[in-house]
């Protein structure tokens, strides 16, 4: 492999964003939703966590909605160096895996650089995402705020990929210093 040439490998973690505000009639529009003071103060703690794991990343990929673009910027303040963050309709509730697939081929590509790339989503999604990318049918359940590593091939990012962890919230809180 050229220097140039980049990683092959790619480093995929999947965010289920913090926990939010109830829906009801606060909140009519769903995507409307944000992070309740304790789901904030909880994945503050949990990024410390990841950050005392040595995590870095290039890329934040989030979807639109309000509760896990807020829970995407504080994984971004959280870590450093800061990573970028775009935000993506394949990433909305109810999207299909395949358009996710193809987002990050299209944000990750080689020229760019980003081997590191975090995907801020929901559930079922995040867990029928990480099962396609595992070879595996059903779907990974997702606590809010939970993080799954999955380490992929650059050049098939569809998978099958490699489970390197997965973590619950109450452990990420309980490995920051």
Do not use: N
Request: charged letters at 25%; glycine letters at 10%.
């Amino acid at each position: 492999m050229s220097p140039a040439a980049g990683p092959t490998s790619l480093e995929l973690y999947l965010v289920r964003h913090a926990v939010a505000a109830e829906r009801g009639p606060d909140y009519p529009d769903d995507a409307e939703r944000p992070l309740t003071d304790e789901g904030v103060e909880r994945f503050r703690r949990a990024v410390a966590g990841l950050r005392d794991l040595g995590v870095q990343l290039d890329l934040v990929l989030s979807s639109p909605y309000v509760r896990a673009r807020e829970t995407a910027e504080l994984l971004c303040v959280g870590l450093k160096p800061r990573p970028k963050l775009i935000v993506v309709e394949a990433l909305a509730a109810g999207e299909k895996p395949a358009d996710v697939i193809a987002a990050v081929a299209r944000h990750s590509a080689a020229g760019r650089g980003a081997s590191r790339v975090a995907l801020v989503g929901h559930e079922p999604d995040l867990g029928e995402l990480a099962a396609r990318l595992l070879g595996a049918k059903g779907r990974v359940e997702f606590k809010k705020g939970a993080v799954c590593r999955i380490d992929v091939d650059r050049a098939m990012p569809a998978g099958p990929g490699t489970l390197r962890w997965l973590l619950t919230p109450r452990v990420l809180r309980g490995l920051a210093p």
